[in-house]
């Protein structure tokens, strides 16, 4: 059983449309944070969210951390191909760190 | 700076081959890691040294062997590995553990 699960597993869609990723736990986190990964290189940090109810945007991507804080979810608007990637979901809780189960995203021109 | 380096990018290697990753970070970091990762799945932790000592060894079999030199350096020694072992290899920090943590571009490796 993954602490953190992802949805939708798998996302294809045309470009300019909008979308939305899930993380959630039954866990509470004091932050969790969001990675983007092409494929063959390292997850790079998109954004760090710590306040429960916080809403942070980055250019087209809308980040939101749960009141609870034990869910977040992730709205691109008008997708790129340039989006195209893994977005992971990550945080620590207890003495761990843990991955979200992952959301590989193909935008098609 | 907010970077993390490993060398190298890429590793072909026989299963009898002893090599090494190798992963650098000067941010002060005092937790550094070791993650596995096959496509398209989220990164396996293996290993985490905290304050340059091992605190986390995630059942890792033997033929992977970390070390961590100083605070700044952390290095894989791999021996007799298996096809199986081929994946991407990450190494990343954080300031002291279970917060973000920053990861390096990777090493692909391919064991033959």
């Known amino acids: 059983t993954q602490l953190l699960e992802q949805s939708p597993q798998f996302l294809s869609i045309q470009e300019g449309e909008n979308l939305t990723v899930y993380c959630n736990s039954s866990s509470v986190f004091s932050s969790l944070q969001w990675y983007r990964q092409e494929p063959g290189e390292g997850p790079v940090l998109l954004v760090t969210v710590v306040t429960g109810g916080e809403v942070k945007k980055l250019k087209r991507l809308t980040f939101q951390f749960g009141d609870a804080r034990k869910d977040s979810s992730l709205h691109i608007t008008a997708a790129q191909p340039g989006d195209t990637g893994l977005y992971l979901c990550a945080g620590g809780t207890g003495n761990q760190f843990y991955f979200g189960t992952g959301t590989s995203l193909t935008v098609i021109p | 700076d907010t970077e993390v380096t490993q060398t190298p990018k890429h590793l072909v290697m026989g299963m009898t081959n002893k090599k090494s990753l190798k992963c650098e970070q000067h941010m002060g970091h005092r937790a550094m890691y070791w993650y596995k990762q096959k496509a398209k799945k989220p990164p396996e932790l293996m290993f985490v040294?905290?304050?340059?000592?091992?605190?986390i060894n995630e059942s890792v079999p033997s033929r992977f062997s970390p070390e961590c030199p100083n605070s700044s350096l952390l290095n894989l020694h791999l021996h007799a590995l298996q096809p199986e072992d081929s994946a991407l290899y990450l190494c990343a920090s954080s300031q002291f553990g279970r917060e973000t943590q920053y990861f390096g571009p990777g090493t692909r490796l391919l064991v033959l």
């Open positions: 040294y905290s304050y340059e000592k091992l605190s």
